[in-house]
């Protein structure tokens, strides 16, 4: 009898990954195999992995741990590891975990059903982590026309050249393409006819896009372009980089309509001294003055941020520079991250005699202080009517319906499903932590 064959996929870390996880979804249902939620089930299980700080890469392999008895009990199951971790240890996790069957790097998705069929007939353990060259990397750029989502990610370029010192993602990723923007503008245009109402351009650092390939437009043109495409009624894009954040494109948060009143402009560091050491080609006062600008073209606009705690050599005066940033930013948001040293980056070779107490309490500042200004945005919309996208059914299960702001603010509210995919009026009646309740107006 013909067994169907079960797979169990993980995804950890970033929005790129989440895009290749779909990838892989479809090509494995391509050789037979049919997506369980339930490790136990499955007769293949995969970790799309990610490298970027220490602690994400401990929790892969305290996954793998747990799988590691599954695989005793069934030692027909094949497990494998994809993503950055696959990247950046390649054979070496195969020499580490005996019990693993396949690695996949990062420019090696597509070889995917090929590995499967090699470990399912001839039970071969293999690994392909070899970057591939600009011309292969454009036909595979990720592609997927499904209309069952009110929003989707596009990618319109992969890689990254900046070498942030403290940064994993130009050594894992390896280096920057941008995607030509008529395939953009196609997928864009077939998601829009096929029901999709927000896209997200996503990439490493989106606001380089085209700036390597000749005859490409810029990101500010591009966005314009995916502005005019109709069905389209929001547009989001991360991660940009404040270097890389031209008046042009500043521009576009004050002309374009379908732009939504938010950016996700990652600072790192509030201390000149600290930014130089990170590579990160800006100072302070070049960060605040395009937010300046920013502002002034919308000034509606919401502003998030990433911020590292403790890179090597970080003084308190340093670390009080961020701070003192931070209250005159008034991020909506911040996603603070202590420092940890990745291999092959240039900050893992600083001096570094920063205590781990010393960081956690710089740390645990950080959030009180972000809470408090957080706190503050999120009082501040209570009682307010917002327009909201309606994505679907709150994750809930309360049979609620959820949606957007144009700050990308969740909330849920009281409504019928068939809203979903409209822009609708919502009152704000409750607010958290992570979401806004509100009631339909
Ligand atoms: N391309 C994006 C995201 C990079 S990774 C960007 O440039 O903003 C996401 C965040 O992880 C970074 O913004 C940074 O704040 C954090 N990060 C990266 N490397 C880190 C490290 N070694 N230690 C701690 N945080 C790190
Ligand atoms: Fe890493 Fe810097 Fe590239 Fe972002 S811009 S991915 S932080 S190297």
Known sequence: MYMEKRFFLETFGCQMNVVDSERIVDLLQEIGYRQVVQPDDADLILLNTCAVRDKAERKVYGHLGRYKP??????????????????QEGEKLLAKLPYLDLVFGT???????????????NRVRCHETEFLDQETRLQLFPTRILGDTVTRFVTIMQGC?????????????GREIS??????????????????????????????????????????????EVDGVP???????????????????????????????????????????????MNR???????????????????????????????????????????????????ADVFSFIYSPR???????????????????????????????????????????????????????????????????????EGDRSLAGQVVPVRITRVFRNSHLGEMV
């Not at 009990?73 to 497990?79: D, E, N, Y």
């Not at 050249?161 to 990723?173: E, G, K, L």
């Open 70 to 87: 599954l695989k005793e009990k069934k030692p027909a199951l094949i497990l494998g590891v994809g993503g950055c971790v696959a990247q």
């Open 107 to 121: 420019h090696n998705v597509h070889k995917l059903p090929e590995m499967v069929r090699a470990v399912e007939n």
């Open 161 to 173: 050249d900046n070498f942030c010192s403290y940064c994993v993602v130009p050594h894992v990723r």
């Open 179 to 224: 995607r030509p923007s008529a395939d953009i503008l196609h997928e864009v245009r077939e998601l829009a006819a096929a029901g999709v109402r927000e896209i997200t351009l996503i990439g490493q650092n989106v606001n380089s896009y085209g700036c390597k390939g000749e005859g490409e437009i810029s990101f500010a043109r591009l966005l314009a």
């Open 231 to 277: 069905g389209i009624e929001r547009i989001r894009f991360t991660t940009s980089h404040p270097k890389d954040l031209s008046d042009e494109l500043i521009d576009c948060f004050g002309l374009l309509k379908k732009l939504c009143n938010h950016i996700h402009l990652p600072v790192q560091s509030g201390s000149d001294r600290i930014l130089q050491m």
């Open 281 to 331: 080609g800006y100072s302070r006062g070049q960060y605040l003055d395009k937010v300046r600008r920013l502002h002034a073209v919308c000034p509606d606009i919401r502003l998030t941020s990433d911020i590292i705690v403790g890179f090597p050599g970080e003084t308190e005066e340093d670390f009080e520079a961020t701070l003192s940033l931070m209250a005159q930013m008034r991020y």
């Open 343 to 413: 291999p092959g980056t240039a900050a893992a070779e600083l001096p570094d005699t920063l205590e781990p107490a010393v960081r956690q309490a710089r740390f645990e500042r950080l959030l009180a202080l972000q809470e408090e200004i957080s706190r503050n945005w999120r009082d501040a919309d209570q009682g307010q009517v917002f327009e909201v996208l309606v994505e679907g059914e709150s994750r809930q299960g309360n049979g609620q319906m959820f949606g957007r702001t144009t700050w990308n603010r969740i909330v849920n509210f």
